[in-house]
């Protein structure tokens, strides 16, 4: 019997009553997701595979409840392995030095969500999605969380506020923000590439 077609909650519930089958599923389904987002924010994947063990032995202790009232799935499991990978950075010193914004930096945009802006698409198309990554591994927290949030974990606006604890408006100019400092730096990376003589810019799709 398969258990794919089972919701989260099914899965999960299902797993704390002792279905091995329930959570080996749940898992599969998960864990892939949880890591990335681990090992992003943290740019370590030591730290990104214990912190993807430490949020599924949080869900399986039963302390934890999740509450539908309070948003979907994602932003409740994304919200446990957002405070582990904090605490876990915390404790190792590891933290991204915080920078301030520019004026104007957290002026609102528009509230389409699900991809970088025009701008930012043309310079990475140019660019390998590895160039991307190093890139976004740069940003200050802040910045680099909600990017990987809503861009690489495709939550929306609302769902990646809950994660992070914050309005939903801050998540926008954040993202704005970002968006800004990572097509600097692809920029720049694309013209120092042009400028190596037989090496020619990557092009590949997000």
């Known amino acids: ?13 299902l797993a704390l009553a002792g279905e091995e089958a329930a959570f080996t599923t749940f898992y599969r389904r998960w864990q892939g997701g949880i890591y990335r987002f681990a090992q992003r924010i943290s740019n370590s994947g030591p730290i990104a595979e214990d912190v993807t063990q ?15 009232a309070l948003g979907p799935f994602s932003s409740y499991i994304y919200g446990i392995a957002r405070n582990h990978v904090l605490r876990r950075m915390n404790r190792e010193r590891r933290f991204a030095p915080m920078m301030e914004d520019s004026p104007g930096g957290d002026e609102t945009i528009d509230n389409q969500r699900g991809r970088f802006v025009d701008p930012l698409g ?20 802040r910045y680099r969380e909600v990017v990987v949030l809503c861009e690489l974990q495709e939550l929306d606006y609302a769902a990646a506020a809950r994660v992070i604890g914050c309005p939903e408006g801050t998540i926008r100019s954040r993202l ?18 042009s400028r190596t003589p037989g090496i020619e810019p990557a092009r590949c799709l997000l």
């Open 176 to 193: 704005h923000r970002a968006r800004t400092i990572l097509l600097d730096k692809l920029r720049e990376s694309a013209g120092e590439k």
């Open 122 to 141: 043309d310079v990475v198309r140019q660019e390998s999605i590895q160039s991307l990554h190093r890139a976004i591994a740069t940003l200050p927290l």
């Open 1 to 13: 019997m398969t258990l794919d077609g089972e919701s989260d909650i099914q899965l999960l519930q």
């Open 54 to 68: 430490e949020v599924f032995l949080t869900l399986m202790d039963g302390a934890s409840r999740y509450d539908p």
